[in-house]
């Protein structure tokens, strides 16, 4: 399992398609698609996992900050999709995603072990 923590490569290119997947999911639902973005979810979360063990060392509580983080927001994303499909209102959990999407990136970005 090197290549999962060799880089950062991996997590950063699973989450940047979880991100496009999920917009184009807001825009369209699908069953596939929303099937594909929760593939991508659990992809995220082992790559960040191993990242997190990796990692943890330099820095445990913002890599703590960060992980938690990304569990929130993989949550409010999902949370956004079935609210969209149930036909209830969904802005305040979208806008609740998106926002902690961004610091979970910022902080991400932020802590070293960056490759």
Do not use: C
Not at 91 to 110: C, D, R
């Amino acid at each position: 399992m090197d290549f999962l923590t060799s880089s950062t490569h991996v997590h950063i290119t699973t989450w940047v398609v979880a991100v496009v997947l999920f917009f184009i999911a807001l825009g369209k639902p699908s069953k596939g698609l929303h099937m594909a973005l929760r593939l991508f979810y659990v992809l995220i979360l082992i790559t960040g996992f191993m990242l997190f063990v990796t990692f943890d060392s330099l820095n445990p509580m913002l890599y703590g900050f960060k992980m938690l983080g990304g569990i929130l927001t993989i949550g409010l994303m999902e949370m956004t999709l079935v609210r969209k499909k149930k036909g209830k209102g969904a802005g305040g959990v979208l806008v609740g995603a998106v926002l902690l999407l961004l610091i979970t990136i910022i902080l991400g970005f932020a802590l070293p072990g960056i490759a």
